[in-house]
């Protein structure tokens, strides 16, 4: 089955630093690959996702690249705040099976 | 549109008892996917319903089993609950299946005593 290995596992930056987090997925077929955001007590929320036809999405401070070549993804956050401390998880899914497969997570702190 | 709801938000039971979740998806949204979050595991894929059938099943014992009713509603249910199935159940509903975003409930924060 797919495997997603996410890195760091933690990451500390600067108010207004950027922010990069690195995902590897094992299944050639996966096609669909999602960001989500999980706020201490809160929900996972998707912020954003790139779909295999496209190699870079972005969105205000948000950006995802896409290198499907080497099944490899990253989230870059630019000028970050305060508010973007949370944790990440990326995800992988496509093919014949349509499980959304996790990676396991990368807590951001912004230190103001 | 509301989003996604699940009952009860927390839940302690002891060993060896049964608990039953429940889900309730956006409007018009067909697939329903359960979660187990363990600090130490992160987001483990449980089981998807669609149009009331299992389409897919994680890597956990047979404990761990779930539904669909025809208005997309699903409930998953744990038997003979071992202190390891302490965790926070997270569902997530999707209009469609593959590629889809998944739009997550708030969880339902299990603890077995």
């Known amino acids: 089955g797919e495997n997603v290995e996410q890195h760091p596992s933690t990451l500390s930056v600067q108010e207004g630093d950027s922010a990069v987090i690195k995902c590897t997925y094992s299944?050639?077929?996966?096609?669909?690959f999602p960001w989500y955001k999980q706020e201490l007590g809160k929900r996972p929320q998707l912020i954003i996702d790139?779909?295999?036809?496209?190699g870079e999405k972005k969105d205000q401070r948000i950006a995802v690249t896409l290198n499907k070549t080497a099944k490899h993804f990253s989230l870059h956050i630019t000028e970050t705040q305060p508010e973007d401390s949370a944790v990440y998880f990326c995800?992988?899914?496509?093919?014949?099976?349509?499980?959304?497969?996790f990676g396991k997570g990368t807590l951001l702190t912004v230190n103001p | 549109k509301a989003g996604v709801t699940q009952t009860p938000r927390y839940l302690i039971k002891t060993r060896g008892q049964q608990v039953t979740l429940s889900c309730s998806p956006i409007?018009?949204?067909?697939?329903v996917s359960w979660y187990q979050q363990t600090p130490g595991q992160g987001l483990q894929f449980l089981f998807e319903?669609?149009?009331?059938?299992?389409?897919n099943k994680g890597n956990f014992p047979g404990r761990f089993s779930g539904r669909q009713f025809s208005n997309s509603r699903s409930e998953m249910n744990v038997s003979t609950l071992e202190l390891g199935d302490s965790a926070l159940y997270l569902c997530?509903?999707?209009?469609?299946?593959?590629?889809?975003?998944?739009?997550f409930g708030p969880g339902t924060r299990l603890l077995v005593l």
């Open positions: 997530a509903s999707s209009l469609y299946r593959g590629g889809e975003t998944q739009y």
């Open positions: 299944d050639s077929a996966s096609n669909y």
């Open positions: 790139i779909r295999s036809n496209v």
């Open positions: 995800a992988a899914s496509g093919g014949s099976n349509y499980k959304l497969t």
């Open positions: 409007s018009g949204h067909r697939s």
């Open positions: 319903y669609f149009s009331e059938t299992q389409r």
